[in-house]
């Protein structure tokens, strides 16, 4: 399926599950409802996005049809060419209010499974006592988009970092050429759901931004080089456009 232009329920089960429809309706009010689609796979086929806040904490959430993260890339043994399998919320806030440049980008908020690799070296995800072995757990991230035609026709990658550029980068970078982070806020998947609690020093930048839900592959690039890590094929975009008409708290 190809990527998006850039800028741009329950059946009744009897009288006993009536108060199980009214929870779901309860746990997916607000934010952005999206039709199923039965040609998307189900672990991927958005239904709900929603970005609230309590406090100083935003709490990032989707649900899809069937389970949430039953569904994880295959492990090809090695990096180059390697996919990740993603559900990102791609928000209209600048980068800077995580610790990127100004305008740098899309900023999106990922949570992310790859088997072939680790990019949360200060985290030991799985409990074995390695903190490069667990790449394959969902985790966090949050990444900086844009458009690159080298992946493909309207295709978004994680930006690079050139070879000798010193951009200003969070503090829980994990030290790859990309403008991306891992903050290591961990994703709660319950059934249908995912969601993540994330803290954040200023939660009225948060309360201002506009979002939408994607779920999508990325490929790490086959010479492991700029573009490192594209965008290459999109599952679903809960707007259908990537227009991010999703607010907060609403």
């Given at each position: 399926?190809?990527?998006?232009?850039?800028?741009v329920?329950?059946?009744a089960?009897?009288?006993?599950?009536?108060?199980?429809?009214?929870a779901?309706?309860?746990?997916?009010?607000?934010?952005?409802?999206?039709?199923?689609?039965?040609?998307v796979?189900?672990?991927?086929?958005?239904?709900?996005?929603?970005i609230s806040?309590?406090?100083?904490?935003?709490?990032?959430?989707?649900?899809?049809?069937?389970?949430?993260g039953a569904?994880?890339?295959?492990?090809?043994?090695?990096?180059?060419?390697?996919?990740?399998?993603?559900?990102?919320?791609?928000?209209?806030?600048?980068?800077?209010?995580?610790?990127?440049e100004?305008?740098?980008?899309i900023?999106?908020?990922?949570?992310?499974?790859?088997?072939?690799?680790?990019?949360?070296?200060l985290?030991d995800?799985?409990?074995?006592?390695?903190?490069?072995?667990?790449?394959d757990l969902?985790?966090?991230?949050?990444v900086?988009?844009?458009?690159?035609?080298?992946?493909?026709?309207?295709?978004?990658?994680?930006?690079?970092?050139?070879?000798?550029?010193t951009?200003?980068?969070?503090?829980t970078?994990?030290?790859?050429?990309?403008?991306i982070?891992?903050?290591?806020?961990s994703p709660t998947?319950?059934?249908?759901?995912?969601e993540?609690?994330?803290?954040?020093?200023?939660?009225?930048a948060?309360?201002?931004?506009?979002?939408?839900?994607v779920?999508a592959?990325?490929?790490?690039?086959?010479?492991?080089?700029?573009?490192?890590?594209?965008?290459v094929?999109?599952?679903?975009?809960?707007?259908?456009?990537?227009?991010?008409?999703?607010?907060?708290n609403?």
């Amino acid at each position: 399926m190809k990527s998006p232009t850039y800028p741009v329920l329950l059946a009744a089960l009897g009288a006993g599950c009536i108060g199980c429809a009214m929870a779901q309706d309860a746990a997916h009010a607000g934010g952005l409802a999206s039709a199923a689609q039965p040609a998307v796979d189900a672990p991927f086929d958005i239904v709900h996005t929603r970005i609230s806040t309590e406090g100083a904490v935003a709490v990032f959430h989707m649900a899809v049809s069937g389970k949430a993260g039953a569904s994880r890339p295959a492990s090809t043994g090695k990096l180059a060419g390697s996919s990740v399998f993603s559900y990102v919320w791609p928000t209209s806030l600048d980068p800077s209010v995580v610790g990127f440049e100004a305008k740098a980008g899309i900023l999106a908020f990922a949570v992310t499974a790859h088997p072939d690799f680790d990019d949360t070296p200060l985290f030991d995800e799985n409990g074995d006592g390695k903190r490069e072995n667990d790449g394959d757990l969902w985790h966090s991230h949050w990444v900086v988009l844009q458009p690159d035609p080298a992946c493909g026709e309207a295709a978004l990658k994680v930006v690079d970092i050139p070879g000798g550029a010193t951009p200003r980068l969070p503090r829980t970078w994990p030290g790859l050429p990309i403008l991306i982070d891992s903050p290591g806020w961990s994703p709660t998947f319950d059934g249908g759901t995912v969601e993540v609690r994330v803290p954040f020093d200023d939660i009225g930048a948060v309360g201002a931004g506009g979002f939408d839900g994607v779920t999508a592959a990325l490929r790490v690039n086959a010479s492991v080089h700029s573009p490192l890590l594209c965008v290459v094929d999109v599952f679903k975009v809960a707007s259908g456009d990537l227009s991010l008409p999703g607010k907060v708290n609403r």
